[in-house]
């Protein structure tokens, strides 16, 4: 049940009292919107649904606009039964467009994480997980665009959650997805990332499909691997018309910055940096010439790092948070945090 203590309105959650931004009702169905979550540019938020199982439950709560396809690609994603995605739960037809109503995906937001690490409250990613995690990532858009026909268009950290128990990374945001037929209708400014979407989707002169996305995967690995973003922190920006003549040979190997590559045999940082820079082209036709191209040289990747000598692993596992304890716990270093 609402209540309200001063000017804030509250809801019992659990057993506790917790304040909200609004309270709406879908349907049959109320749901207290939380916080918001995601990109900035949209509106996404946690909400809680007293309806929902007993004592309820978290539920994501968004707002989509009604561009064209936008119902199509909500009907599709409710016969969309894949653990690589949420559910849908409920919508409604709005004056604006929809209000749609997905399934929580318990986890960390990858923008926190991310900033976790660099605040030095994590120690930083081994590039075996940050491999298998955005491995596992493609796979999930690579179905997205072959059951369904949808480009993803906005894979970035705020609009991914890294789950636990198997660890994953969930988009949580398709917003600005769209199905392949009419990608080049899309307008500038509708949530997009500059630093993570790939030049193409800035460009209307560039024809945008499926390997978009495996652009923004690769800024998404560069940066697990680095803590940085590729093309000296301008990600996708470095490629429009009037950054690419200068940025074009900036981009550093990731297996020089990442410390978890530092041990690793040079055949294997080689056939590591060569996967991420092909991933990071401007142009799409020098990236993966197919998505199945791009699985394939994923897993192959994947599976020269999981075939390692364990030894060497270990041992820059070890260093690694042997490195991070001591600048965790260094004096001047607060360790209330």
């Known amino acids: 049940m609402p209540h309200r203590s001063d000017s804030q309105p509250m809801v019992r959650i659990q057993g506790r009292l917790c304040p909200y931004l609004e309270r709406r009702r879908i349907r049959d169905s109320v749901y207290y919107l939380l916080r918001p979550i995601g990109s900035s540019l949209r509106n ?13 439950s978290y539920v994501q ?16 994603l409710q016969r969309l039964k894949d653990d690589g995605f949420p559910r849908v739960l409920n919508y409604q037809r709005t004056s604006e467009g929809f209000v ?25 990613m081994d590039a075996v ?18 059951r369904v026909g949808v480009i993803h268009g906005d894979i970035q950290p705020a609009n991914l959650v890294l789950t636990q128990n198997p660890a994953r990374l969930i988009p949580i945001d398709f917003g600005n997805s769209w199905d392949i037929q009419r990608a ?11 630093i993570y979407a790939a030049p193409e989707q800035w460009d209307q002169s560039m024809r945008v499909d499926s ?25 996708g920006k470095a490629g429009w018309p ?19 590559c530092q041990c690793l045999p040079r055949s294997l940082r080689k056939q590591l940096d060569e996967f991420v820079i092909r991933g990071l082209q401007f142009d799409p036709g020098q990236r993966f010439r197919d998505l199945r191209h791009w699985i394939h ?11 390692a000598p364990t030894l060497p692993i270990s041992i820059r596992m070890l260093t690694q948070v042997i490195d991070w304890l001591a600048a965790r716990f260094s004096p001047g270093k607060s360790c209330s945090r």
């Not at 307008?187 to 500059?194: H, K, L, P, T």
């Not at 940066?223 to 590729?230: G, H, N, V």
């Open 44 to 56: 996404r938020y946690l909400a809680f649904a007293p309806s929902a199982g007993p004592g309820g």
């Open 242 to 260: 009037q950054n690419r003549s200068f940025m074009i040979d900036r981009l550093e190997r990731p297996s020089d910055l990442a410390q978890s």
């Open 61 to 76: 709560f968004q707002n989509w606009d009604d561009e064209p396809g936008a119902s199509q690609f909500l009907a599709v």
């Open 129 to 146: 997980e940050a491999i298998r995690l955005t491995h596992s990532l493609s796979c999930s858009l690579v179905r997205l665009s072959r």
């Open 211 to 235: 390997r978009a996305d495996m652009f923004s995967v690769a800024v998404i690995l560069f940066q697990l691997l680095t803590e940085q973003i590729p093309y000296e922190g301008l990600g």
């Open 297 to 307: 040289e994923y897993r192959l990747l994947l599976d020269a790092f999981q075939a």
């Open 184 to 194: 080049n209708d899309r307008e500038n400014g509708d949530g997009r990332s500059m």
């Open 100 to 124: 749609c109503v997905l399934s929580w995906i318990e986890g960390i937001c990858l923008a926190d994480y991310l900033t976790n690490i660099s605040d030095g409250l994590r120690p930083p």
